[in-house]
């Protein structure tokens, strides 16, 4: 794993409020670039594989609405939990982050994650 990723994983995880976990997947071929969790119950590459589906289903929807629009998070509130997928600018990766309701910021939280899908383009 890059360095850049390593940092990227750990400042969440220490810097998130209610962190659960956190995966980089690829778009295309779903690949998990890396993934961390706070919680062994949790399994973060699992629900990216999940939450791929769910934004290729949200890009055929734009698609098929003749939209000219661009996926920049999906948020996902849960009884106590927060799951954000944060695509990169070009589209070709996103950030699947999810925390505990309870605890986190969601703005700081999608601050932070908006100062690292910029580096991610260039970074992988």
Request: hydrophobic share 40%; aromatic share 8%.
């Given at each position: 794993?890059?360095?850049?990723?390593?940092?990227?994983?750990?400042?969440?995880?220490?810097?998130i409020n209610?962190?659960?976990?956190?995966?980089?997947?690829?778009?295309?071929?779903?690949?998990?670039?890396?993934?961390?969790?706070?919680?062994?119950d949790f399994?973060?590459?699992?629900?990216?594989?999940?939450?791929?589906?769910?934004?290729?289903?949200?890009?055929?929807?734009?698609?098929?609405?003749?939209?000219?629009?661009?996926?920049?998070?999906?948020?996902?509130?849960?009884?106590?939990?927060?799951?954000?997928?944060?695509?990169?600018?070009?589209?070709?990766?996103?950030?699947?982050?999810?925390?505990?309701?309870?605890?986190?910021?969601?703005?700081?939280?999608?601050?932070?994650?908006?100062?690292?899908?910029?580096?991610?383009?260039?970074?992988?």
């Amino acid at each position: 794993m890059s360095d850049f990723l390593q940092n990227f994983q750990n400042d969440l995880k220490e810097n998130i409020n209610g962190f659960i976990a956190v995966s980089v997947t690829e778009v295309e071929t779903g690949m998990s670039y890396c993934s961390l969790t706070a919680r062994p119950d949790f399994d973060p590459e699992l629900a990216s594989a999940y939450n791929l589906e769910v934004v290729k289903a949200k890009l055929n929807a734009i698609r098929a609405l003749g939209l000219d629009q661009k996926i920049n998070d999906i948020l996902i509130t849960l009884t106590d939990q927060i799951h954000i997928i944060d695509l990169s600018e070009d589209g070709r990766y996103f950030i699947y982050l999810a925390v505990d309701s309870n605890k986190a910021n969601l703005g700081l939280t999608r601050a932070v994650l908006s100062r690292y899908k910029k580096d991610i383009i260039t970074k992988l």
